[in-house]
């Protein structure tokens, strides 16, 4: 009985062609190499932990520095960057004051951009006293012209002041 089709090359036993293999099949794929090795996995889990210490990092100095409203409608902060810069106090100048309190305000409703046309009102900076208790003794007092995030401007006093810890706190104040 013979067929009307032509015969398969793709049945077994038709002869093969070209380089294919016994029955015409293709030849299986080469092997794909692992993207997954272990050195992978462990460099990824390692850069996992360094990000997660960095982030933790992170969160623990914007965590560690205070902020509070005072009953006179000052704000005033600590820690972070203000500690750090103050250490030096001889060298803190009232162009420093008001970039701490641009950067203190941010969180405000209405933030304070910058301050110009500085001036200083008061300089103990080489010869503050600690104060005791829980008392807060200036250190160095400028004012200026301060602009508002509301596109306004006021006179505002900056104070740079050190507790009885001998912890240094910036405080702005509109005038």
């Not at 400028?142 to 602009?147: A, D, E, H, N, P």
């Amino acid at each position: 009985m013979s067929s009307q089709f032509p015969p398969n090359p793709h049945q077994p036993g038709y002869p093969p062609r070209g380089n294919y293999p016994q029955g015409g099949h293709y030849p299986p794929p080469p092997p794909q190499k692992k993207s997954h090795t272990l050195r992978n996995v462990l460099l990824a889990i390692l850069a996992g932990f360094v990000l997660l210490l960095g982030g933790c990092a992170v969160l623990f100095s914007v965590a560690s520095t205070e902020f509070s409203t005072d009953s006179d409608g000052t704000t005033s902060g600590g820690g972070g960057d203000a500690e750090e810069t103050a250490d030096d106090t001889a060298s803190y100048s009232c162009k420093d004051l008001a970039k701490e309190a641009a950067e203190l305000s941010e969180k405000a409703d209405v933030s304070l951009l910058k301050v110009r046309q500085l001036k200083m009102v008061r300089d103990l900076r080489t010869t503050y006293d600690v104060p005791t208790g829980d008392d807060e003794a200036p250190v160095l007092v400028c004012r200026g012209s301060g602009v508002w995030s509301d596109t306004t401007k006021s006179p505002v006093r900056l104070r740079l002041l050190v507790d009885s810890d001998e912890e240094f706190f910036v405080e702005y104040q509109e005038l």
